[in-house]
């Protein structure tokens, strides 16, 4: 079992940065894929960004924009968000797919004001 706790989120203006965090209970296998999942009012769950050992994946909307980093030993998985856009608002999750299982951490809010 796998528990996620995110932090970070807030309320900033366009053009402005956050980083999200996201820290796992127990440990983080290199063989964990790790990913940012987003939930804007009235819209499905949709991917962010992934991390595996050895590739990265970003939705188009954000590419060039955000970067997800992991450090296992720290348990951790961070997405640096820059050049905020209010289509950028939403609630951030954390996820965890260590097969055949998958885990969601609670969520953390993001507002970009405009």
């Known amino acids: 079992q796998v528990q996620l706790v995110e932090s970070g989120g807030g309320l900033v203006q366009a053009g402005g940065s956050l980083r999200l965090s996201c820290v796992a209970s127990g440990s983080i296998f290199s063989s964990d894929a790790m990913a940012w999942y987003r939930q804007a009012p009235g819209k499905q769950r949709d991917l962010v960004a992934s991390?595996?050992?050895?590739?990265?994946n970003y939705a188009d909307s954000v590419k060039g924009r955000f970067t997800i980093s992991r450090d296992n030993a720290k348990n951790t998985v961070w997405l640096q968000m820059n050049s905020l856009k209010p289509e950028d608002t939403a609630v951030y999750y954390c996820?965890?797919?260590?097969?055949?299982?998958?885990?969601w951490g609670q969520g953390t809010q993001v507002t970009v004001s405009s």
């Open positions: 996820y965890v797919r260590r097969w055949p299982s998958n885990y």
């Open positions: 991390i595996t050992s050895s590739h990265t």
